[in-house]
């Protein structure tokens, strides 16, 4: 069974400055891995995802992930935040052999950002 | 190209009644999932459909069922409702390539009184 594990549950920073959203995640199985955005009163929309290939993954809105397979890691990234990325994050992983099919999205319990002016 | 739409957007129950949910997933989509997000437990996975069969089904009690059209919409049904399932809902679509992209509705968010 796979794990997801978002190690801080609110991130406050003043905008402009860097963020960084960590994820871990357990899994006896190949992964794929996503990072998810949902704004108030919205369903989530998909800012990245990691399938195979290069590690460093580049989504929308000027965010990147690396995966760290040795450290089951998978973090978000941005190197200048605002005001308008106020929302909460959501990593997730499926498994690979899953029926061919995203269908079985394991989420973490979500990171709140907050960015300040 | 339409987004996953979601019907309705809002419902109030009280406990025992049942309520019916439904999903029309991006045209050409044949892949529908269900999850429910709630503060206390976040966002968990309830079942997903394909060519009107279910694929999968997470871990709740069998008051959660679903169904799945011929042209891909779904319903989701929880009967005998409970304070609990008090949540937001949300279905999810997909071509079911592993690859591909699973797009989310808005959600319902169904208060239980």
């Known amino acids: 069974a796979q794990s997801v594990t978002q190690l801080d549950s609110q991130v406050p920073v003043f905008e402009e400055a860097p963020v960084e959203l960590r994820c871990n995640y357990s899994?006896?199985?190949?992964?794929?891995l996503f990072w998810y955005v949902q704004y108030p009163n919205q369903g989530l929309q998909l800012l990245l995802k990691?399938?195979?290939?290069?590690?460093l993954v580049k989504g929308i809105n000027g965010f990147e992930a690396e995966f760290n397979k040795s450290q089951t890691s998978f973090h978000l990234r941005k190197p200048s935040v605002h005001i308008s990325d106020t929302a909460e994050y959501f990593c997730?992983?499926?498994?690979?052999?899953?029926?061919?099919?995203?269908?079985?999205?394991?989420f973490g319990k979500g990171t709140k950002l907050s960015v300040k002016p | 190209k339409a987004g996953v739409t979601q019907t309705p957007r809002y419902l109030i129950k009280t406990r025992g009644q049942q309520v019916t949910l439904s999903c029309s997933p991006i045209?050409?989509?044949?892949?529908v999932s269900w999850y429910q997000q709630t503060p206390g437990q976040g966002l968990q996975f309830l079942f997903e459909?394909?060519?009107?069969?279910?694929?999968n089904k997470g871990n709740f009690p069998g008051r959660f069922s679903g169904r799945q059209f011929s042209n891909s919409r779904s319903e989701m049904n929880v009967s005998t409702l409970e304070l609990g399932d008090s949540a937001l809902y949300l279905c999810?679509?997909?071509?079911?390539?592993?690859?591909?992209?699973?797009?989310f509705g808005p959600g319902t968010r169904l208060t239980v009184l």
């Open positions: 459909y394909f060519s009107e069969t279910q694929r």
């Open positions: 899994s006896s199985v190949s992964v794929y």
């Open positions: 045209s050409g989509h044949r892949s």
């Open positions: 990691y399938l195979s290939g290069s590690t």
């Open positions: 999810a679509s997909s071509t079911r390539v592993a690859t591909d992209t699973q797009y």
């Open positions: 997730a992983v499926s498994d690979q052999s899953y029926g061919g099919s995203q269908g079985n999205l394991i």
